[in-house]
């Protein structure tokens, strides 16, 4: 071998054993970018990971509620439940504040309403809106306490408690629940005095039938009244209560949500 061919040998052996030569330098970058990697994904998957477990159950989602007086300044409220005048004759389980509240599109669908109202100088008043499911299971308790009869004069003279449920004014699940259902009657602006429907709010009986035959012609007229200006807002009326409206096209029809009746609460969610 010449003394060129050996140089020429001894070259290529040196470009060849440096390409596959890592400095140990380079070993350490490298370690350290896969290990910078690892701990990215895993922060990631963690973060996933306690998003979902935060994430709000679909019952207790508020965001779409509003307070009624923020839409409707001038409705009255009577909030039975928050009291304990009414059937049970005790403050109801998730009532924590003397507040109204339905879904963005009930209001509006209420203030609707209000507007026709006005102009036979009437506003309305309410005896409940949304009811959370705290509030139903409260019932349905209630309903099993055969020693509790303390209201039945006022409420329900005429029937058993098996009988209210049987009949459909109290019922295990509430379409208030869903938010877009309200109990309501109508007051003259200036005096405040009930327009005359025949019956009180929650009185379980054949008389509180929104087409009963046992109320006076008055009586009835205002109830159609009441019916066709809720109609026209895009409400619809149950058979069994001439108080009880529920928004036609309601936005969570299979939803039943548990949060409590609390206008803090709707203030911070939005």
């Not at 380079?26 to 350290?32: F, Q």
């Not at 409940?128 to 309903?143: E, G, I, L, N, T």
């Not at 809720?230 to 149950?238: A, D, T």
Request: without cysteine; glycine residues 4%.
């Amino acid at each position: 071998m010449s003394d060129a061919d050996y140089q020429l040998d001894k070259e290529e052996n040196f470009h060849s054993s440096s390409i596959g030569f890592i400095s140990p330098k380079s070993k350490i970058i490298i370690s350290v970018s896969i290990v910078a990697i690892f701990l990215i994904a895993l922060i990631v998957i963690i973060l996933v990971v306690t998003l979902e477990d935060e994430k709000i159950p679909e019952d207790m989602d508020h965001s779409d509620f509003v307070i009624v007086n923020d839409v409707i300044p001038d409705v009255l409220l009577e909030l039975r439940y928050f009291t304990s005048f009414n059937f049970v004759g005790a403050r109801i389980d998730g009532y924590e504040e003397p507040v109204a509240l339905l879904t963005k599109e009930a209001a509006e669908g209420l203030k609707k309403a209000s507007e026709r109202f006005k102009e036979r100088d009437l506003i309305i008043k309410i005896w409940d809106s949304y009811r959370p499911k705290s509030a139903v299971d409260h019932f349905v308790r209630w309903s099993k306490d055969f020693n509790d009869y303390k209201m039945k004069d006022y409420f329900f003279p005429d029937l058993t408690k098996e009988e209210v449920f049987a009949q459909g004014f109290v019922a295990t699940k509430s379409g208030h629940s869903r938010g877009s259902t309200l109990d309501m009657t109508l007051v003259y602006k200036k005096n405040g005095t009930e327009l005359d429907f025949g019956t009180g709010f929650d009185f379980f009986g054949n008389r509180s039938n929104t087409n009963s035959t046992l109320v006076t012609e008055e009586q009835q007229s205002n109830r159609n009244y009441l019916k066709e200006v809720m109609e026209e807002s895009g409400f619809e009326n149950l058979p069994e209560e001439w108080w009880h409206y529920t928004l036609k096209n309601e936005p969570f029809p299979n939803t039943y949500f548990n949060f409590p009746v609390n206008a803090t609460l709707i203030k911070q969610g939005n």
